[in-house]
């Protein structure tokens, strides 16, 4: 077998700083995504095992203990979740920061409380926001009643704290000020840009989030188009947690019809079918159910999973371990409770474009379930997907829940998502997980090589010196297989002859640095070259 020697088709110097940027990114944001995927296990066990409609056929969950238990795990899930835009911010801000890493992230959690602070203050203000009654996409954040921004306000805080870390941490004021002087500086800049951040959003974000409240006449007067419109725009807003006004308007009011049922007058789509399902003569019906997710089913237990499979099978043979635990992981809550969050920032982040043709089938799954008459709600306030595709839609068939055209539709959609990831993954080369660009050398030697390498301080120093010694090194850094290190001069760098004596598999030059392929010992390589250089 051949192998890949992608050091010969270095990168060029136009490209160099977009690649150096993006992949950077890309590994700064993968952390508070790896989290998503254990906590979403956690909330889906606890959410599922304290469902009403699950406790009403299994009496013996009804226990106290055991409803702790899993109401425990689903708190444990439920904080992380609530707060993991404040843990981006954090993750951003220590990634890009250059020096002192630690004030950065303690910057960055100050600041994203004081941005919402000042969106708060300035809202209860005009008379817009009441902490008592919190209104569509207003949310507690840090115990601050504040408009929801999702993962969107946390990137915006991060970014912006390490920029203003990265100018002022070693800043020298004037004498009269000198105790403000370098890192004690960052706090105070931070907050100060939080507050006119804070003040920005105040007026900008609920613009956007009224603007949405035009969309619901359109989803409502629509038939097939509407329920398009309203799963695309659902998930494509998901980021910036603007999709609540999206669906929560039909949820709990008119919009999302106004029926009698059972001699009773009930409005809003969940108390509609609800009032439905515990009628024994009342049949559900599409224009009720269309608003409560029905689409979810499709792509939350059948797409998304085909889209797992995808990445697990383009990724280098090497990470299919790894990526296969994260992505099952990943699955399980969408799956079984419609937490898809964790598998669908796998990709959102380092591959935008899945997401958008991920929206787009979203719209198409919401239209096929209108058309196919899918009366089976998928939100969690009926379990979950799985859960209520077996007590809303297999039970109910004599309600009219067609559950079997729900499968069909859904197994062709596992087919559907599998096919076309796998073709834009590899067409495009995008960096799913377990795809970042790397060197395979299949040489038994060379192998053999590798395995035989200890992480002793010879190798580390004969490293150093393969990177031009340590007055040539700027930075160090790691993935999961690659030694990411940034260089006064590339030119200084050995080639690649010396590398594979080293152990390691391949390496690739980028514009200010090299990236050597040494497997899973490149991040103890990492800490042992930053030990020896005293670099943080």
Same mark, same amino acid.
């Not at 043979?317 to 898809?340: D, H, Q, R, S, Y």
């Given at each position: 077998?051949?192998?890949?020697?992608?050091?010969?088709?270095?990168? !060029?110097?136009?490209?160099?700083?977009? /690649?150096?940027?993006?992949?950077?990114?890309?590994? =700064?944001?993968?952390?508070?995504?790896?989290?998503?995927?254990?906590? @979403?296990?956690?909330?889906?066990?606890?959410?599922? /095992?304290?469902?009403?409609?699950?406790?009403?056929?299994?009496? /013996?969950?009804?226990?106290?203990?055991?409803?702790?238990?899993?109401?425990?795990? &689903?708190?444990?899930?439920?904080?992380?979740?609530?707060?993991?835009?404040?843990?981006?911010?954090?993750?951003?801000? *220590?990634?890009?920061?250059?020096?002192?890493?630690?004030?950065?992230?303690?910057?960055?959690?100050?600041?994203?409380?004081?941005?919402?602070?000042?969106?708060?203050?300035?809202?209860?203000?005009?008379?817009?926001?009441?902490?008592?009654?919190?209104?569509?996409?207003?949310?507690?954040?840090?115990?601050?009643?504040?408009?929801?921004?999702?993962?969107? #306000?946390?990137?915006? *805080?991060?970014?912006?704290?390490?920029?203003?870390?990265?100018?002022?941490?070693?800043?020298?004021?004037?004498?009269?000020?000198?105790?403000?002087?370098?890192?004690?500086?960052?706090?105070?800049?931070?907050?100060?840009?939080? $507050?006119?951040?804070?003040?920005?959003?105040?007026?900008?974000?609920?613009?956007?989030?009224?603007?949405?409240?035009?969309?619901?006449?359109?989803?409502?007067?629509?038939?097939?188009?509407?329920?398009?419109?309203?799963? /695309?725009?659902?998930?494509?807003?998901?980021?910036?947690?603007?999709?609540?006004?999206?669906?929560?308007?039909?949820?709990?009011?008119?919009?999302?019809?106004?029926?009698?049922?059972?001699?009773?007058?009930?409005?809003?789509?969940?108390?509609?079918?609800?009032?439905?399902?515990? !009628?024994?003569?009342?049949?559900?019906?599409?224009?009720?159910?269309? +608003?409560?997710?029905?689409?979810?089913? =499709?792509?939350?237990?059948?797409?998304?999973?085909?889209?797992?499979?995808?990445?697990?099978?383009?990724? &280098?043979?090497?990470?299919?371990?790894?990526?296969?635990?994260?992505?099952?992981?990943? =699955?399980?809550?969408?799956?079984?409770?419609? *937490?898809?969050?964790?598998?669908?920032?796998?990709?959102?982040?380092?591959?935008?474009?899945?997401?958008? =043709?991920?929206?787009?089938?979203?719209? +198409?799954?919401?239209?096929?379930?209108?058309?196919?008459?899918?009366?089976?709600? @998928?939100?969690?306030?009926?379990? @979950?997907?799985?859960?209520?595709?077996?007590?809303?839609?297999?039970?109910?068939?004599?309600?009219?829940?067609?559950?079997?055209?729900?499968?069909?539709?859904?197994?062709?959609?596992?087919?559907?998502?599998? +096919? $076309?990831?796998?073709?834009?993954?590899?067409?495009?080369?995008?960096?799913?997980?377990?795809?970042?660009?790397?060197?395979?050398?299949?040489?038994?030697?060379?192998?053999?090589?590798?395995?035989?390498?200890?992480?002793?301080?010879?190798?580390?120093?004969?490293?150093?010196?393969?990177?031009?010694?340590?007055?040539?090194?700027?930075?160090?850094?790691?993935?999961?297989?690659?030694?990411?290190? &940034?260089?006064?001069?590339?030119?200084?760098?050995?080639?690649? &002859?010396?590398?594979?004596?080293?152990?390691?598999? #391949?390496?690739?030059?980028?514009?200010?640095?090299?990236?050597?392929?040494?497997?899973?010992?490149?991040?103890?390589?990492?800490?042992? $070259?930053?030990?020896?250089?005293?670099?943080?």
């Amino acid at each position: 077998m051949g192998r890949v020697e992608l050091n010969k088709n270095n990168i !060029s110097t136009k490209d160099s700083k977009y /690649f150096t940027t993006f992949q950077q990114l890309a590994k =700064i944001l993968i952390t508070p995504v790896m989290i998503l995927p254990i906590v @979403g296990i956690l909330m889906g066990i606890g959410s599922a /095992f304290t469902s009403p409609t699950l406790l009403k056929v299994s009496t /013996f969950l009804q226990n106290n203990a055991i409803q702790t238990f899993f109401n425990i795990l &689903k708190a444990a899930g439920s904080t992380v979740f609530n707060n993991i835009s404040v843990i981006f911010a954090i993750s951003i801000a *220590i990634g890009y920061a250059k020096k002192e890493k630690g004030i950065a992230g303690l910057c960055a959690f100050i600041a994203f409380a004081v941005m919402h602070g000042t969106i708060s203050t300035i809202l209860i203000s005009l008379g817009k926001l009441n902490p008592a009654k919190l209104g569509i996409g207003q949310t507690m954040v840090l115990g601050i009643p504040s408009v929801d921004m999702g993962v969107f #306000g946390g990137i915006i *805080i991060g970014f912006l704290v390490a920029y203003l870390h990265n100018k002022y941490y070693n800043v020298l004021l004037p004498p009269i000020f000198s105790i403000f002087s370098g890192t004690k500086f960052v706090p105070v800049v931070s907050v100060l840009g939080a $507050i006119v951040t804070g003040l920005g959003m105040s007026f900008v974000w609920p613009v956007f989030q009224s603007g949405l409240g035009t969309l619901s006449t359109v989803i409502k007067s629509t038939g097939v188009t509407g329920s398009f419109i309203y799963g /695309f725009t659902e998930r494509a807003l998901l980021p910036f947690g603007l999709h609540h006004f999206v669906y929560l308007p039909f949820f709990f009011t008119s919009l999302g019809g106004s029926t009698e049922v059972g001699g009773k007058l009930v409005q809003g789509a969940i108390n509609i079918f609800q009032a439905q399902l515990a !009628s024994p003569k009342a049949m559900f019906d599409i224009n009720v159910t269309r +608003f409560l997710m029905n689409g979810k089913v =499709i792509f939350a237990m059948f797409g998304l999973p085909g889209a797992a499979l995808a990445m697990y099978h383009t990724a &280098k043979p090497e990470n299919k371990n790894k990526v296969k635990t994260l992505l099952i992981a990943a =699955i399980i809550p969408a799956f079984f409770t419609g *937490i898809t969050e964790p598998i669908e920032f796998t990709f959102l982040f380092v591959a935008p474009v899945l997401y958008g =043709i991920h929206a787009v089938l979203v719209g +198409f799954a919401y239209s096929l379930t209108y058309l196919f008459k899918v009366n089976i709600p @998928g939100s969690t306030a009926f379990g @979950g997907p799985f859960l209520s595709f077996v007590f809303n839609g297999i039970m109910q068939q004599g309600k009219g829940s067609n559950w079997i055209y729900g499968l069909i539709i859904g197994i062709v959609y596992f087919f559907a998502y599998y +096919f $076309i990831f796998r073709f834009m993954i590899e067409r495009y080369n995008l960096q799913t997980p377990g795809r970042e660009i790397s060197i395979i050398d299949t040489l038994n030697d060379n192998i053999q090589s590798v395995q035989k390498k200890s992480v002793s301080n010879d190798i580390i120093n004969e490293i150093i010196t393969a990177l031009g010694g340590a007055e040539n090194i700027i930075n160090v850094d790691a993935c999961f297989t690659r030694l990411r290190v &940034k260089v006064k001069d590339v030119s200084r760098v050995s080639d690649e &002859k010396i590398w594979r004596e080293l152990g390691a598999s #391949g390496f690739l030059k980028v514009e200010n640095g090299v990236q050597v392929i040494f497997g899973t010992k490149a991040d103890v390589y990492k800490s042992k $070259i930053k030990d020896i250089l005293g670099l943080e």
